[in-house]
């Protein structure tokens, strides 16, 4: 069970470098930056979404 964790990081690594490619591979026509501005999107809606997770978690107790 130790190496699921670096295992799940390394697939979502493997994976999402996978789905940037399959994003940006067609050749866009000058000012054409619907694509990149729905991706960013995405991805500050996602980094928002793990800052509101992390605050729900429950703090450590530092005597542990």
Same mark, same amino acid.
């Given at each position: +069970?130790? /190496?699921?964790?670096?295992?799940?990081?390394?697939? /979502?690594?493997?994976?999402?470098?996978?789905?940037?490619?399959?994003?940006? +591979?067609?050749?866009?026509?000058? /000012?054409?930056?619907?694509?990149?501005?729905? &991706?960013?999107?995405? &991805?500050?809606?996602?980094? &928002? +979404? /793990?800052?509101?997770?992390?605050?729900?978690? $429950?703090?450590?107790?530092? $005597?542990?």
């Amino acid at each position: +069970a130790a /190496g699921v964790y670096s295992t799940s990081r390394y697939m /979502g690594s493997v994976i999402g470098a996978t789905i940037l490619a399959i994003v940006f +591979a067609s050749d866009p026509k000058p /000012g054409d930056s619907a694509t990149f501005r729905c &991706l960013f999107i995405g &991805l500050a809606v996602a980094a &928002l +979404a /793990g800052i509101v997770v992390n605050s729900r978690i $429950a703090p450590r107790d530092p $005597a542990i």
